[in-house]
């Protein structure tokens, strides 16, 4: 028995890319920096958007999400990882759209 399907976590993935891309282009060009508030304000953001849809399924949507685990802030500060080798994957996708953004 398989724990996930990886199609339908691609397609959450390939669905949230552009997402991400056109919060973030708001956000650069409005020139604010990237904090953790804003980080989980774009996370809820793309998560909602994603949920809405009716073809993924809501399950594989939420394993993009931050878990409890990771005490992220939530505050004005800059977003800093440090040496951190695990990151949310939308944390990880939206601090990359962030910094390639120009």
């Not at 891309?21 to 304000?41: D, E, F, Q």
């Not at 996370?43 to 993009?64: H, K, M």
């Not at 994957?89 to 953004?101: E, G, K, L, P």
Request: aromatic share 8%; charged share 20%; with cysteine.
């Amino acid at each position: 028995m398989r724990l996930t399907d990886m199609n339908e976590f691609d397609a959450v993935i390939a669905r949230a890319q552009p997402i991400i891309n056109t919060i973030v282009v708001r956000h650069r060009s409005a020139g604010v920096p990237l904090t953790w508030r804003l980080m989980h304000s774009i996370e809820t953001e793309v998560l909602d958007e994603l949920n809405r849809s009716n073809d993924l399924q809501p399950a594989y949507v939420n394993l993009i999400k931050h878990s409890g685990v990771f005490n992220y802030p939530l505050n004005d500060d800059p977003v800093d990882f440090g040496g951190s080798s695990a990151i949310a994957c939308a944390f990880s996708m939206i601090y990359d759209a962030f910094h390639r953004v120009h």
